[in-house]
């Protein structure tokens, strides 16, 4: 069986938006956003973040920054009962890739890793 997900972006979504964030000591949770993701996983949805990150291509932090602070990020949730099922980030500015957000690399990526089915609705529409 095929799962549902739903793809979150980090910045903004998650937590507050501040220009090129890697810091915890920056990081803040977005109002309701713990709540809400709560709901998601009891709906069954496989939580799955993909978010750009090129701030690491332009030398303002590392990777391992990056994970760092990601790291952060999904252990504070799973404090509050929340699982993040998988990250994905595209570290690139300058370099033409598939994994850059319009681009759908990361999402076929996690398709892939969690055997998503995309032509799945969630819901009827009229």
Do not use: W
């Not at 949805?45 to 332009?58: A, M, P, T, V």
């Not at 690139?92 to 076929?108: D, M």
Request: hydrophobic share 35%; net charge positive; glycine share 4%.
């Amino acid at each position: 069986m095929k799962n549902k997900a739903i793809f979150l972006d980090r910045d903004g979504t998650i937590n507050i938006e501040k220009n090129y964030l890697y810091k915890i000591e920056d990081f803040e949770f977005e109002t309701g956003v713990i709540e809400a993701l709560k709901i998601l996983q009891k709906l069954d949805f496989k939580l799955i973040i993909i978010s750009n990150q090129s701030g690491i291509e332009r030398e303002y932090y590392t990777k391992q920054d990056a994970d760092k602070l990601f790291n952060y990020m999904v252990n504070k949730l799973k404090e509050n009962g929340i699982n993040i099922d998988k990250y994905y980030y595209c570290p690139h500015y300058k370099e033409e890739c598939n994994c850059r957000k319009p681009k759908l690399g990361l999402f076929y990526e996690a398709k892939k890793d969690f055997n998503i089915d995309f032509a799945r609705k969630l819901c009827n529409r009229r």
